[in-house]
């Protein structure tokens, strides 16, 4: 898998479905261990803070290589990067931050593209008047950069990428660029795990014939279909009051390949991969698909 990718070599889905396949045989083979979110922080961002600068994103990646010790086959990510968090934390209109990412690229005076991203100077976030949507594309390169984190930390193992239910499709969205194993959503209800396999429906991977507007204007189509989309893989990850029982019709989709339960007599009509809660966040597989 891209247990061997680091965010020098660049992350990737799995290239093929057999490869997929033999990534998720592991990930969710009896008594395979997932490390979910835990991080303790007492700044607003709950830890999301650690992704705005080199020194911090080191600290996630040490963060994330003691997760991955325990015999743990997979670690998902910890920091919340949805714009909502963001937004709830005041981020981007605290000028007191160190911050040295961009999601910009800009263009030079030969009209090439320059990425200034790590440079700390130029077209940086946090700043005044940041549009809903400049919003989403710095969540994208912050979800980004926490992946990258946790597949340098967690070397030799899938790693997931966490969401709140409502952040789900925005997610799945950004996982082209992210490029997690799977995604592990936290619901709160069967609906917003219905929610969250509808997003991932509507991703999934589809041939579409695109088309290219030339220098004068005129759009024509391209001779040959493309691949568009992500085959994205849930785990659901519920919270206390969620009535198990009650997942086991959206657990029946192929996009879901696990879901956390109180423990396995309360998953046991489910076909897809029944994981039961252990310490430290970290929850084991009890029942394989």
Do not use: W
């Not at 261990?33 to 990646?61: I, M, N, Q, W, Y």
């Not at 290589?65 to 910890?78: I, K, L, Y």
């Amino acid at each position: 898998l891209a247990s061997s990718l680091s965010p020098e070599s660049g992350p990737r889905f799995p290239a093929t479905s057999t490869e997929c396949k033999a990534v998720l045989a592991v990930m969710f083979a009896k008594g395979a261990r997932v490390a979910l979110r835990s991080f303790v922080s007492k700044d607003p961002l709950k830890g999301t803070e650690h992704l705005l600068t080199a020194a911090g994103r080191a600290t996630l990646t040490a963060h994330y290589a003691e997760r991955s010790g325990g015999g743990a086959a997979a670690v998902a990510t910890a920091c919340d990067v949805s714009p909502s968090h963001l937004d709830a934390a005041a981020f981007f209109e605290d000028y007191d931050r160190s911050n040295d990412i961009s999601y910009y690229e800009v263009k030079r005076p030969d009209q090439t593209l320059s990425k200034p991203q790590g440079s700390g100077y130029s077209h940086c976030i946090p700043r005044s008047l940041v549009s809903a949507g400049e919003k989403v594309l710095f969540s994208e390169t912050l979800q980004t950069l926490d992946v990258d984190c946790a597949r340098a930390g967690a070397a030799g193992l899938a790693v997931g990428l966490s969401a709140a239910a409502a952040d789900v499709p925005r997610a799945i969205a950004a996982a082209g660029k992210a490029t997690p194993d799977f995604v592990a959503a936290y619901v709160d209800s069967a609906e917003a795990a219905a929610d969250c396999v509808a997003a991932a429906d509507a991703a999934a991977p589809r041939m579409v014939l695109g088309s290219s507007v030339d220098d004068r204007g005129v759009r024509t189509d391209d001779a040959e279909p493309t691949e568009v989309g992500v085959d994205v893989k849930l785990l659901l990850v519920p919270g206390a009051g969620v009535d198990i029982s009650a997942l086991a019709d959206v657990a029946s989709s192929p996009r879901v390949v696990g879901v956390v339960a109180p423990s396995a007599d309360a998953a046991a009509g489910f076909a897809c991969a029944v994981f039961t809660p252990g310490d430290g966040c970290v929850v084991e597989c009890v029942k394989a698909p």
